[in-house]
């Protein structure tokens, strides 16, 4: 067994791939340096060193047997951040290789062709209710700042959403769980990581005075226009889960 370690980034992974058809690896797994435990001490230690010349070669052949949808799926794996995300892209890369003619990802019998299919569909699901259910607070600085804590890594996939729905005003975006965000500037639309994560006892002390108000005359208008006897919850809770309540000002 050898075990290749990468930095964790996109392309390292596929540096990663990259040399294990450069090395002729063929019992290997990819594991990222962040979440590298030892479990065989027998195992031979591969240290991968990104190279994006390596990762756009892959990217480029991938994109010529299964198109940029396909990598896109992948993507979406890579994003998903489980456990064996390297192992089914590099099992994708390997058939798509191997079979060049065909569209490999619509092959359901193979399990790790229908993880990716499962994984893609949750990331895709995630991100959809990322672009519903964020809300943005004014902040004293005028900028509209809204924290998210989903499942998976979905930041690169809303960034696109936001930068075109928003393109009047400053806003921020900050993932609560992985400390990174997106800052919009009216110009650039960049990500950016702190050094400390945000502290949410204190961060309230920055709101404008116009947010407080507004979210006061919100919570008043859900209590007033709320119907108890057409309370549905369980229709609610499946349209509304409970763990995006959090966001909500009219939840708090």
Known sequence: MTTLLYDGSFDGLFTA???VFEYKYSDVEIVSKE?????NIFAEIHEVVTQQEKSERVLNKLEENIGKSGIHELVKVYLSEEQDSEQIILSAVQQSIKYPKENILQNYADNDILRIAKISKSVSRERHRMTAFVRFEKMQDEVFFA??????????LIRKHFKDRYQDQKWMIYDLRRNYGILYDLETCDFFYPEEKIDLNK???KFHDEEKNYQTLWQRYFTKTNIVERKNLKLHIQHVPRRYWKYLVEKN
């Open 35 to 39: 979440r590298y435990h030892q479990k």
């Open 203 to 205: 961060y309230q002390q």
């Open 17 to 19: 791939v990259f040399e």
């Open 147 to 156: 924290k998210i804590d989903p499942d998976f890594n979905v930041l690169p």
